[in-house]
């Protein structure tokens, strides 16, 4: 996983990449939550598009990625791979190895494979609307 010092310029350079589905940066929630203010209208939010979110692990530490598609579908994503990932261990090594360097390109599901903690999806937040005016 990828610890970052500073959330804000992280960010700044996931906005710069302008790919759909950016890699994340891992932080302590309290610290990353200072920097946003939530968007308060959580119902919506799943199927909200071109935004920066936040998905909290258990830990403590959570998962920020972009997307361009709704973050319901991300999110069906993220656990589409976790579940990938979690049958890993039931299938043959060879099959595994394929698999594991075919997730080793998410970072969520590298915290998985490294800690066996469990993210806590139904808990995604919105932090900011990646369609930014810098794009
Ligand atoms: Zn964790």
């Known amino acids: 996983m990828t610890y970052v010092s500073n959330i804000s310029e992280s960010i700044s350079k996931l906005i710069r990449i302008k790919t759909d589905d950016v890699e994340l940066a891992f932080k302590p929630q309290n610290k990353v939550s200072k920097f946003f203010t939530k968007l308060k209208d959580k119902k919506n939010i799943l199927e909200s598009k ?74 995604v937040e919105v932090l900011d609307s990646a369609n930014l005016k810098l794009l």
């Open 50 to 123: 071109n935004v920066i979110y936040k998905i909290p692990c258990e830990c403590g530490s959570c998962y920020i990625g972009q997307t361009t598609q709704t973050l319901k579908k991300r999110v069906s994503q993220h656990k589409t791979t976790v579940s990938t990932f979690d049958k890993l261990f039931s299938v043959p090594r060879s099959k595994a190895e394929l698999l594991i360097e075919a997730i080793s390109k998410s970072a969520l599901v590298k915290h998985v494979s490294e800690t066996n903690h469990r993210f806590d999806f139904d808990a």
